[in-house]
């Protein structure tokens, strides 16, 4: 008989026929469905979960890369974890089980991260998953984040102050104290008492026989 064209086989409710007998396997070989890969020169095999194949007649399937997942067998392409998700493994094959919410302190803003981005210094979130840089919030007056990713601020330390907000907080200047944390500011030294060094909670009392006016 005359061999025809064949058409692409696998799964015959999406692709036609499959390959008739051995003397057709040969002009076969690259008809393999999307999704298939070929297990014989005329057997198709459907691709396993976490993996696919997007061309026609691929010897072998394709790993989901990181960021994405497959739950089905017979795939074309992986599915992309959504914003606020990330995915560091390759061949994944649930969005439940592989593609992890972000933790707090960081965001994904694309489909198919791999990794989530801190917020930034001085910034903080204290929730999962989110998925924007917008969700990351300044630290309120008194408060700082050292460095980026931050679930929360911290109190400025006793002698420190920070006006605004910022992940860093500043020293109290000589002849100024600051008693309690979270300071946004500091307290001259009163009268009778003094402080050379910078970056303290207290003043000190002037020695017998000395005064001081103001700091």
């Known amino acids: 008989r005359t061999n025809k064209e064949p058409t692409c086989y696998g799964d015959t409710n999406k692709c036609g026929k499959e390959c008739p007998d051995s003397s057709e396997g040969k002009s076969c070989q690259t008809q393999c469905c999307k999704g298939y890969f070929h297990a014989s020169p005329t057997d198709c095999k459907k691709c396993g979960t976490g993996k696919f194949a997007p061309q026609e007649g691929v010897p072998t399937c394709t790993t989901c890369g990181v960021g994405t997942y497959q739950p089905t067998k017979g795939a074309a392409s992986c599915t992309k974890c959504p914003k606020g998700r990330h995915n560091t493994n390759k ?5 439940e089980l592989h593609c992890s919410a972000c933790d707090h302190g960081k965001f994904a803003e694309n489909d198919g991260s791999e990794n989530c981005d801190d917020c930034d210094a001085g910034k903080f979130n204290a929730l999962h998953g989110q ?25 400025c330390a006793v002698g420190r102050f920070l006006a605004g907000s910022g992940k860093e907080c500043n020293n109290c200047e000589s002849g100024q104290f600051s008693s309690s944390t979270g300071a946004t500011s500091c ?13 303290f909670g ?10 001081s006016t103001d700091a």
């Open 202 to 211: 207290h003043c000190e009392a002037c020695l017998a026989g000395t005064f």
């Open 91 to 95: 061949g994944s094959t649930s969005l």
């Open 187 to 199: 307290v001259i030294c009163p009268a009778g008492q003094f402080r050379t060094e910078a970056g």
């Open 131 to 155: 998925t924007t840089r917008d969700s990351c919030n300044n630290c309120g007056k008194g408060q700082y984040a050292e460095s980026g990713g931050a679930h929360k601020c911290e109190e």
